[in-house]
């Protein structure tokens, strides 16, 4: 049992390039998350999924899109990145929206902008 | 909104005792739940254990308990003979009880273990 995949694991990319960051759940949850990991900011929303078909922002979503392609997979995408968007990114899902559900996070995306 | 605020960026412990990690919390909810994360150098996001807010009784996990103050807004985690493996980052973290919600985390705390 995978639980929450991401790849790639670490990325270089230099300014005004762009990518997309995959992940992919195979629990069957409804709900899938981005965050970002900054040193001393904690762990940060950037956008997040409530079910198959829906998208919202969170508390950091400038400069990113999401597409949720299908109940498994939630992708994030730079279009022009930027050095502020060096960071770990992570992944996560839960079974439902609601605050008994715990979040199960991929293993992070280490990315560097130049 | 909601917020989780972790005031000890970083603390020590050695092997066998016992440490305990801070966290406070801001809501008007009345319905709601408190994690704490574990986050080792291998960058995994581990539950540690989970406190809903309508339980008066605090969670325990083996070596892990929790003191849940809900009048205080406070949820601190108790981690007893300390091991090498605990060396981590610790996020507190909170997330609405009804409803659909997202789950907010503090910036973390530093635990090192010596021996």
């Known amino acids: 049992n995978a639980g929450v995949t991401q790849t790639p694991k670490f990325q270089v990319l230099k300014t005004g390039q762009s990518m997309t960051l995959q992940c992919a759940q195979d629990?069957?949850?409804?709900?899938m998350y981005w965050y970002r990991q900054d040193p001393g900011m904690g762990l940060r929303l950037i956008y997040y999924s409530a079910s198959e078909g829906t998208t919202d922002k969170g508390e950091v979503p400038n400069g990113y899109n999401v597409s949720r392609l299908n109940k498994r997979e939630f992708s994030l995408r730079l279009e022009s990145a930027a050095p502020s968007q060096t960071s770990v990114y992570f992944c996560a899902s839960s079974e439902e929206g609601d605050g008994y559900s715990p979040l199960h996070f991929g293993n992070g995306t280490r990315l560097t902008v130049t | 909104a909601q917020t989780v605020t972790q005031s000890q960026p970083e603390m020590s412990v050695q092997e066998a005792e016992t440490v305990t990690l801070s966290c406070t919390y801001d809501t008007s909810e009345s319905d709601y739940y408190l994690f704490w994360y574990k986050q080792p150098p291998s960058r995994q996001m581990i539950l540690v254990i989970r406190?809903?807010?309508?339980?008066?009784q605090n969670a325990t996990e083996n070596r892990f308990s929790v003191n849940f103050q809900k009048a205080a807004k406070s949820f601190s985690l108790k981690i007893s003979d300390s091991q090498l493996g605990d060396a981590a980052m610790y996020f507190c973290a909170y997330r609405r009880g009804s409803g659909y919600s997202t789950l907010t985390f503090g910036k973390g705390t530093m635990l090192l273990v010596s021996p």
């Open positions: 406190q809903e807010a309508y339980k008066q």
């Open positions: 629990m069957n949850h409804n709900s």
